[in-house]
């Protein structure tokens, strides 16, 4: 059946696929018209309600403005030799390239307990991102305003601090600057680079380092209440972890509950907290 181009209705253009309603069945309701831009499909179309399909023309496909989409495989990326750039930045002298005040001055920390770099080009601290594996899939950086982004091409993974060995039980915490917090106490923590994210890699590095407790402590607002309780569920459905949740009170997060009752406070009361699940 030959198409009136004129008449198609494009509602939405994804990655792949235009997407319109149906100008055969006279679709109305729902846009089951799936019109192909890849390059090896082009102009292929089908209806996922009917079931007509055929091809476009490029000549037609030109009328439509849909352009011909070509992907090319993405060059893999050597986050170690990425992350040791960044390193070797961060170590040089003190104040050569790094701002007046330090990551361990802006986070209000005894020690450094992470492989952090420095990026100068960005003026940016970075902090590679690790798999269930304990390989680097990407590196996020923080600027001196607290925003963050991650390099180009990364894939989010979980934050381990590489200069500690683990114990129990292990925090679980929301960021990098969290985790430090935690670790300055005494403790050892691990993070999330977001509340949805890095689920299951923690899950996996539980089962690889046969971690048998562990306590999450989330931000103070509902979508890092709900995810915390999620990872919970989650981690004790799918490895042989026991699993408490510590909540924090009057801050949005733990580092700043820290800043807000001190060191020592946050020890003792973390330090009970762990004696009281056992």
């Known amino acids: ?38 390059a090896k499909y082009y102009g292929y179309y089908r209806c ?26 993405t060059k893999k990326i050597d986050w170690v030799n990425v992350h040791l750039n960044y390193r ?14 330090s990551l361990q001055h802006i986070l209000n920390l005894r020690e450094i307990f992470y492989d952090v770099g420095w990026d100068s080009k960005t003026n940016s601290y970075t902090f590679p991102m690790y798999n269930a594996k304990e390989e680097i899939i990407g590196i996020q950086r923080r600027f001196s305003d607290g925003n963050k982004c991650c390099v180009g091409g990364s894939q989010l ?11 129990e039980p292990v925090f679980i915490c929301e960021g ?5 917090a ?39 607002d509902e979508i890092g209440k709900q995810s915390s309780y999620d990872l919970a569920v989650n981690i004790g459905l799918n490895s042989k972890c026991i699993v408490r949740i510590e909540p924090i009170l ?29």
């Open 176 to 180: 990098c600057s969290d985790m430090l």
């Open 1 to 38: 059946m030959k198409i009136d181009i004129s008449k198609l209705n494009i509602v939405k253009v994804t990655r792949k696929n235009a997407i319109a309603y149906c100008p055969i069945h006279k679709d109305s309701n729902r846009p089951n018209f799936h019109i192909s831009i890849v």
């Open 182 to 220: 935690v670790c300055d106490l005494g403790f050892y923590a691990i993070g999330r680079p977001s509340a949805s994210c890095g689920d299951n890699i923690i899950i996996e590095w539980f089962k690889r380092n046969k971690i048998k407790q562990c306590i999450i402590i989330p931000d103070n």
């Open 88 to 101: 070797g930045q961060y170590v040089l002298p003190y104040g050569k390239t790094m701002p007046i005040d």
């Open 157 to 167: 993974g979980i934050f381990i601090p590489s200069f500690l060995e683990i114990k």
């Open 250 to 278: 009057y801050t949005k997060d733990i580092r700043s509950y820290i800043a807000l009752v001190g060191k020592d406070c946050a020890q003792y009361e973390l330090e009970e907290f762990i004696k009281s699940i056992q």
């Open 48 to 73: 996922f309600s009917c079931g007509a399909s055929g091809w476009f023309t490029e000549k037609e496909m030109e009328k439509l403005d849909l352009k011909k989409k070509t992907f090319t495989k």
